[in-house]
């Protein structure tokens, strides 16, 4: 029997659709931390940006779907950059299982650079910085899927 590996395409609705469903299966036991946040999350490439909403309620997460521009009365914040700092932390989380040292969610957002928090207010702002850890757990959870290749 032979097995056949898909890859899912990033950024684009079906891979952030894949992975919120592996994230809430693989951390059912309730290991992705209780977190109320609705995040934007935009990608930028040399041919697009992408913008795409993660809703952490709680316990679940849900996907919110892409959006043409963010609207920060009901997306509370959004981390901005360049695709490649993405792939970059998916490659490592693939590798590794996780993302490991400067791959991590925190290292790559806390100097604003390569990826960037941004929000209406500081309070908004910081709600993600609470959160990194259950966001970290569910960006993890992309070393269940295929391979992650590049839009």
């Keep these: 029997m032979t097995t056949i590996e898909i890859e899912y395409k990033f950024p684009s609705s079906e891979f952030f659709g894949e992975l919120t469903r592996v994230a809430n299966q693989s951390m059912a036991d309730k290991t992705l931390g209780f977190a109320i946040l609705k995040l934007g999350i ?5 041919k697009s940006v992408k913008r795409y909403v993660i809703e952490f309620d709680g316990y679940e997460i849900n996907f919110l779907g892409e959006v043409a521009e963010f609207d920060l009365a009901s997306v509370e914040a959004y981390v901005t950059g360049q695709q490649s700092s993405y792939m970059d932390m998916f490659k490592d989380i693939q590798e590794n299982s996780m993302a490991t040292g400067p791959q991590t969610f ?5 100097a604003g650079f390569p990826l960037n928090v941004q929000g209406a207010d500081q309070v908004a702002t910081d709600k993600v910085f609470r959160f990194a850890e259950s966001i970290q757990n569910y960006l993890d959870s992309a070393h269940l899927l295929g391979t992650i290749g590049e839009m």
Excluded at 106 to 110: C, D, I
């Design 42 to 46: 935009e990608v930028i490439s040399p």
């Design 106 to 110: 925190n290292a790559l957002t806390m």
